[in-house]
C-alpha cells in the first residue's frame, strides 16, 4: 500500500510538472501553413524559422503575428533540393550553422545588411558531401549582399563568390602631395539613360543592351527598393511575363544567367533547359 501510494504521488508530481511545461511553451510553436509552409517558433518576441516543407521560390516575411522574423535556425531549410530561390527579409540577423546545407538548387541569395552572424556551412555547401568530406562546397555559389557585413566576411571566408549591393569608398594617399582621392565604385554607373539609347531585351535593367550579372544586381537593388526604376527599366525588369517586376524576377533572372532557362521572359518555367 505504501508503495503504491508512492507511486501515486510521484505520478501525480510528474504529470504537474509536465502540464506546466505544457503550459509554458503552449503557445512558442506554431505551423505557419497559408504562408509557403513555413514553420517558426517564437521565443522573446523574436521569431526563428524551423523548417519549411515548400520547394521552388520561397519568401520568408519580416514579421509573423506582429513579431519580427531575426533568425533562420539550425538546419531549417537544408537538403531542400528543389528550392530555386529564397528572399530574406531586412530585420534578420542570425543564419544559424547549415540552415542552407545541401539546397544544390539554389545558386545565389541575397544577404540583408542586418544579418550579423552567419554560422558554420550555413550557405553553399552540399550536406550529402560534407558527411564524407569536411568543407564540401558549392562552386558555382554567389552571395548577394553589402561591404563590411556578415556576407562579406563568410563569402570571403568560404571561398565563395561575393558581388556587393552598395557602393564602396576607397582612399588612396599621394606621398608627394599628401592629399587624398576619393573614388566611387557603384553598379548604377553603367546605367544608360539616353532616350534615344534605351533597351527593350529583356532582363536589361540597366539600359547597356546587354544582360549580365550588372543587372541582376540591380534588379535586385529595385526589388528590396534601394534604387528606382524608370519605365522601361520596369518593363525589362519583368524576367517571369507575370507582368510585375519584383524579386521573382531576380530569380528568373539569375536562372537565366546560371543557364537554367534558355530565354527571358520565364514563363512558369516553361522554357526550363533540360
Do not use: W
Request: glycine share 6%; charged share 20%.
Amino acid at each position: 500500500m505504501r508503495i503504491a501510494k508512492k507511486l501515486s504521488f510521484l505520478s501525480s508530481i510528474t504529470t504537474c510538472m509536465l502540464l506546466q511545461n505544457f503550459d509554458a511553451y503552449a503557445d512558442v510553436y506554431y505551423d505557419l501553413g497559408n504562408n509557403n509552409g513555413l514553420f517558426y517558433s517564437i521565443s522573446n518576441e523574436q521569431v526563428t524559422i524551423t523548417y519549411t516543407y515548400s520547394t521552388g521560390d520561397i519568401e520568408i516575411p519580416a514579421e509573423i503575428d506582429g513579431y519580427t522574423v531575426t533568425a533562420i535556425g539550425y538546419r531549417a531549410f537544408h537538403l531542400r533540393e528543389e528550392m530555386t530561390s529564397i528572399s530574406l527579409p531586412e530585420g534578420l540577423v542570425t543564419i544559424e550553422d547549415e540552415a542552407f546545407a545541401g539546397c544544390e538548387s539554389l545558386k545565389s541569395i541575397v544577404i540583408p545588411r542586418s544579418v550579423e552572424e552567419i554560422g558554420s556551412c550555413a550557405l553553399g555547401y552540399d550536406f550529402i558531401a560534407m558527411q564524407i568530406t569536411v568543407g564540401s562546397k558549392y562552386s558555382d555559389f554567389t552571395i548577394y549582399g553589402y561591404y563590411d557585413t556578415a556576407a562579406e566576411i563568410y563569402a570571403n571566408e568560404n571561398g565563395f563568390t561575393f558581388i556587393a549591393l552598395d557602393e564602396q569608398t576607397t582612399t588612396t594617399t599621394d606621398p608627394i602631395a599628401t592629399t587624398t582621392t576619393t573614388m566611387t565604385t557603384t553598379v548604377e554607373s553603367q546605367t544608360q539613360t539616353s532616350a534615344t539609347t534605351l533597351s527593350t531585351l529583356c532582363g536589361d535593367v540597366n539600359l547597356d543592351r546587354d544582360i549580365d550579372l550588372r543587372d541582376a544586381v540591380l534588379l535586385q537593388k529595385y526589388a528590396v527598393e534601394m534604387v528606382e526604376f524608370d519605365p522601361q527599366q520596369i518593363k525589362n525588369g519583368d524576367c517571369n511575363g507575370d507582368g510585375q517586376t519584383d524579386a521573382q524576377d531576380a530569380a528568373s533572372l539569375m536562372r537565366f544567367l546560371v543557364q537554367m532557362t534558355a530565354v527571358l521572359p520565364e514563363i512558369n518555367g516553361d522554357e526550363t533547359m533540360s
